[in-house]
């Protein structure tokens, strides 16, 4: 079956514009992830939604970053006024369930570069 | 908050030989997943482990949870150039925090 997708595969946009980043889960997974991947470096989580509930922001790093998931389905994350240090890869992840503790499956990512 | 950490960063290791990397929590785990991203891929999951002192195999793979739960292993048996790539392990207690990988390089 299809697995989580996300668009577009890559964008360069110049410092100070806003990008928006798409993701669409795996069809009934309730949860919905977003991580940033820098150069060689490991996962940063950003976003957390679980069905109806609230999501869980903790990890955006500034302002600039809002996350929204319309229809319990697809997800944006957008970057306000980017900066060359959000340069990094954008991952996408779902799970089936209401706990964080299920499998993650990954989509393969939107690589952002601003110059 | 709680922390994970994955060592080491990097690894290379001549094909044939064994394969290590260890993952540590600040905090006891409910769980421990680990994943592998190939060289311009995405994490794909490996295995789940949630009793303490569980051991499982895949192959060559053998993945460890230690007796505190607040560690973990991946033991890879004479490596194979298909094992190429990062390994991250993430905790799960109350919300999932991965480690920072550890990359492996495999010579022919």
């Known amino acids: 079956g299809a697995g989580v997708s996300q668009s577009p595969s890559n964008k360069v946009t110049e410092k100070g514009k806003d990008v928006e980043l798409r993701c669409d889960p795996i069809?009934?997974?309730?949860?919905l992830y977003w991580y940033r991947q820098s150069l060689g470096q490991g996962l940063e989580f950003l976003i957390y939604f679980q069905g109806n509930s609230a999501p869980d922001k903790s990890g955006l790093p500034s302002d600039r970053f809002s996350a929204e998931r319309t229809g319990g389905s697809v997800s944006t994350l957008t970057i306000q006024r980017t900066q060359q240090e959000d340069s990094a890869v954008y991952l996408c992840?779902?799970?089936?369930?209401?706990?964080?503790?299920?499998?993650?499956?990954f989509g393969p990512g939107t690589r952002l570069l601003v110059l | 908050g709680q922390q994970v950490m994955q060592i080491p960063q990097y690894q290379h290791v001549q094909e044939g030989e064994d394969f290590t990397t260890y993952c540590n929590s600040s905090?006891?785990?409910?769980?421990i997943q680990w994943y592998k991203q190939r060289p311009g891929g995405h994490p794909v999951f490996l295995i789940q482990?949630?009793?303490?002192?569980e051991v499982k195999k895949q192959k060559r793979l053998t993945f460890q949870f230690g007796e505190a739960k607040k560690n973990s292993s991946l033991h890879i048996t004479a490596t194979q150039t298909t094992d190429v790539g990062t390994y991250f392990c993430g905790g799960f207690n109350n919300d999932m925090r991965f480690g920072a990988g550890t990359r492996l390089t495999v010579k022919p």
């Open positions: 069809s009934g997974h309730t949860a």
């Open positions: 482990l949630v009793k303490s002192g």
């Open positions: 992840a779902s799970s089936h369930g209401t706990s964080r503790q299920e499998t993650q499956y």
């Open positions: 905090t006891t785990l409910s769980n």
